[in-house]
Structures are given as structure tokens and as C-alpha cells.
């Protein structure tokens, strides 16, 4: 309801994917990156509100999470109130996945063992944080945005800037 209410209202227009990391995911939803100057630090800011954690889903390639800070200062895992990420992800082995698993106390399914293994995830984020979302449409995109040249903070060289609309699928 969060990430849809703030898309209405056109928060994330223009807001950069700040963080960018081939394999794992893709990061934006901080205001301050609107505009912000080449190089500058990112991932601090948000609309002044964090959201309660809804932890559970799995973290396949395409899925939409809450970021947040980490545990060290934030125990009860609450979710920024902007900050998202879209896993980019690989592909996973059942064995993996049963490693993974038994580290976390998660049982996989069938059905998750095959989406792992077909299209990827990350399952060490499982359990971890909120999942909201799901990319049904656009993958390249996200393969593209993965793909682009980052700084030693992970941040694009080039700015790769956000337009999100809402569908019904």
C-alpha cells in the first residue's frame, strides 16, 4: 500500500537506482538522488517514516523489497518508507537451496526449487526483508540497469534515473 500510494503520487519520478549490483539487485527510492551530483553518497534518505517489517516471501529474480538499515541499528527489521530493490539475482541449485535452507530453518517447496533454479533469486536475502512486489513484465530491463558501470559505491557512473507506473496484471 506504501509503494503504491508514494508511485501515485509521482515520488519516485526522476529518483536514481543509486545502487547497483550485477547478480544480487538494484537499489533507488531515495529522495535525495534526485538531482544529486555525480559521485555524491547515497541510501540515506527517505520520506521521514520507516514501515512495520512483513517478512516471509522468497526473493526470486524480479521480486520487489523493502530496504532497510541493518539489524545493528534497526533489530526489528522496519522497512524504509521508500527505499526498495529489485533482485537481479542467479540461478540456484537445489543443493544450494537445501544449504541455504537449513542455515535459515526454510523449508522450500517444489514449485520455489524449480523458480530458483529457472529463473534465479537471491535466497540468502529470504526471511530478511519485506517483499512487495513482483516484475512480471520488463526483465531486460532490469538485466540492463544490472549490467551499467558502477563506482566503488556501487552507484551507476551514468545516472539511471526511475519512471514507475502501476498495471494490473
Known sequence: DNFVKLVKEGFYDD????????????QGGDPDSKGSPAGAPLGMGGPGYTVDQEIGAPHFKGTLAAARTPD???PEKKSSGSQFYIVHGQQQSEGNLASMGAQK????NEAQIKKYGEI???PDLDMEYTVFGE????ME???KI???????RNRPSEDVKMKIKITSN
Open 15 to 26: 529518483l536514481l537506482f543509486h545502487r547497483v549490483m550485477q547478480g544480487f539487485m538494484i
Open 72 to 74: 545493528s541499528g534497526n
Open 105 to 108: 530453518g526454510i523449508t522450500y
Open 120 to 122: 534465479g533469486g537471491r
Open 135 to 138: 516484475v512480471f513484465s520488463g
Open 141 to 143: 530491463v532490469i538485466d
Open 146 to 152: 544490472a549490467a551499467v558501470r558502477v563506482d566503488s
